[in-house]
Structure formats: structure tokens, C-alpha cells
């Protein structure tokens, strides 16, 4: 029973990781996208005139300023962006080999990651589920 237990906390723990490391993959994704959306705007207010009206969005109120204000708050933004980015790339890899050396310590294999039965399964045809295997 007591053994039981720990496995089931060994998994919950493995589990949790996994969704940390998949709720960072998931932010990079999204910053990823609003980078690419800023260097977007950032080269077309670039060709236009500085003192021309534009119009940007401050916590939810649409703001009248000038390009020539504007540009600056969004290389500003930019710049922050992908060191925000580097960053959560490097606490992604952290994340992958912690959860590496948790793997290795409690001896865990996840089903359809190599290993010689789901070679045998691949060539059989047979349809494999993500799980957790714990020895």
C-alpha cells in the first residue's frame, strides 16, 4: 500500500513538471507571437512621417500620440520582449533537465519514447497512449 503511495507521488510529481515545462513552452509561444507583431508595426511606423497621428492601445484606452512617440515605447517594448523570451528559454531547458534527472532517479519511462516494445508495437501497427511507467 505504502509503496503504491510513493509511485502515485512519484507520478503526481513527474505530472506537475511536465505541465510546468509546458506552461513555459506555451508563453514562449504567445511572447513569440506579440514580438512578432511589434517588429511588424515597428517597420511600417518606420516609413512614415514622425509628426503623423497614430493611435495606440494603453490598458485597454485607445491613446492619440505621434509616430515619432510611439516608436520608442515599442522598440522599448520589443527589446523587452526578447530578453523576456531568452530568458524563459533557458528556464524551458532548466525545466527539461530537471525533469530528466527526476526521470532517472525514480526510474521513470514514458510509453511511446523508444525503448524495444514500442519498437515491436511500431512495426505491429498498434496504437500506443502517452503514459507514465514507473519501476
Known amino acids: ?3 503504491k503511495k510513493s509511485q502515485e507521488e512519484i507520478i503526481q510529481g513527474f505530472q506537475a513538471l511536465r505541465n510546468e515545462q509546458r506552461s513555459y513552452a506555451s508563453k514562449i509561444n504567445e511572447l513569440q507571437s506579440d514580438l512578432a507583431e511589434h517588429k511588424i508595426v515597428i517597420e511600417n511606423l518606420e516609413k512614415v512621417d514622425g509628426d503623423r497621428k497614430c493611435y495606440r492601445m494603453v490598458g485597454g484606452v485607445l491613446v492619440e500620440r505621434t509616430v515619432k512617440e510611439v516608436v520608442p515605447a515599442l522598440v522599448n517594448n520589443r527589446d523587452k520582449l526578447t530578453k523576456l523570451i531568452e530568458s524563459l528559454n533557458t ?7 530537471e525533469i530528466n534527472g527526476y526521470m532517472e532517479k525514480h526510474n521513470i519511462q514514458v510509453r511511446g519514447q523508444g525503448g524495444n516494445e514500442n519498437k515491436k508495437a511500431d512495426k ?4 500506443k497512449s502517452g503514459g507514465v511507467l514507473v519501476q
Open 124 to 127: 505491429e501497427g498498434e496504437v
Open 91 to 97: 528556464q524551458l531547458v532548466d525545466k527539461g533537465a
Open 1 to 3: 500500500m505504502k509503496d
